[in-house]
Nanobody, 119 residues
Framework: QVQLVESGGGLVQPGGSLRLSCGFS????????MGWYRQAPEKQRELVAR???????NYADSVKGRFTISRDNAKNTVYLQMNSLKPEDTAVYYC?????????????WGQGTQVTVSS
């Protein structure tokens, strides 16, 4: 069973930076697409950034140019470097691992880590 453990959240001032990490275990990390999602109070969970098994990233428009997703297959870890943080980035950030076949799809979620951007 895949397990995901996020770390790195916290309180940061506007304009500051944080790096989130997500450790993966229980399967072959390099096969999975990895993503970061976030959910603010009273809002739906939304995709922040995603990186395919081959390393191709994509980003939500709201974070392009500020956030960078990366993966280290040797360490079974995916990262989200967040720069120029804004108050609207405040949310619980969740790590996701996804693997799909021709007729099936499996994905897994971490427990989430709180990011608060406030002065």
């Amino acid at each position: 069973q895949v397990q995901l453990v996020e770390s790195g959240g916290g309180l940061v001032q506007p304009g500051g930076s944080l790096r989130l990490s997500c450790g993966f275990s229980g399967s072959i990390f390099s096969m999975y697409a990895m993503g970061w999602y976030r959910q603010a109070p009273e809002k739906q969970r939304e995709l922040v950034a995603r990186v395919t098994s081959s390393g191709s990233p994509n980003y939500a428009d709201s974070v392009k140019g500020r956030f960078t997703i990366s993966r280290d297959n040797a360490k079974n870890t995916v990262y989200l470097q967040m720069n120029s943080l804004k108050p609207e980035d405040t949310a619980v950030y969740y790590c996701n691992a996804a693997l799909a076949g021709i007729s099936w799809y499996n994905d897994y979620w971490g427990q989430g880590t709180q990011v608060t951007v406030s002065s």
